[in-house]
Each structure stands twice: as C-alpha cells, then as structure tokens.
C-alpha cells in the first residue's frame, strides 16, 4: 500500500506563487510516475502536471509556463511550483501515484487526500 501526502495549500493573491509537495511512503513499491490533478467546484478533475521516474514531463495546457512539477526519486516526492496564479487555479489539488509491486508486478494507481488552493482577485 503506498500513501500520499500532500502539503502546501493555501491563500494566495492573484500573480502570487505556492509549491505544493507530495510525499509517497510505504514500501515495496516502484514509482513508475507522479502527478497533479486539480477539480474546482461543479467541474471535472483536470491533469495539472505528470512526470515520470526519468524527469520527462506533461503539462495541462491552462498551466504551461506557469507551473513547472519536479521529482526528488530518492525521497519520492514530487513537487509543484505554481507561479503567476489567477483566481481560475481555484481548485482542490490531487498528488497522483502510477505505481508497480516490486514483489507481484502489479499496478497501482494512489490519490492524496487532496490540498486547498485558493486565488484571490
């Protein structure tokens, strides 16, 4: 079992900055790749940032150029740094685990509990 947990949420002004990190602990597992997923209210959960375990990356379209996401493999953890923010990034943001059993070969697919992001204007 792998748990996530999240950390780096808040309040911020328009045009500010927050880094949110997410740290992965349990054992047996591989981290295959980590990302960020946000869903504001009455919307659908969105793809933030990906990357994986060789530093390659994928960026939702509204956050390209803002946000850039980074991965500490030797501690598991992923961070995301959110600069030039807009009352639009109000979300709940979700750190995401792609994992494999080092032991089964198995699959698995983590969430976080989920950390607050608010953007005033």
């Known amino acids: 079992q792998v748990r996530l947990v999240e950390s780096g949420g808040g309040l911020v002004q328009a045009g500010g900055s927050l880094r949110l990190s997410c740290a992965a602990s349990g054992s047996g597992f591989r981290i295959n790749a980590m990302a960020w997923y946000r869903q504001a209210p009455g919307k659908q959960r969105e793809l933030v940032a990906e990357?994986?375990?060789?530093?390659?990356?994928r960026y939702g379209d509204v956050v390209k150029g803002r946000f850039t996401i980074s991965i500490d493999n030797v501690k598991n953890t992923v961070h995301l740094q959110m600069n030039s923010l807009k009352p639009e990034d109000t979300a709940v943001y979700y750190c995401n685990a792609d994992t494999t059993d080092v032991y089964s070969a198995r699959a698995g697919d983590y969430w976080g509990q989920g950390t607050q992001v608010t953007v005033s204007s």
């Open positions: 990357i994986a375990t060789d530093s390659s990356t």
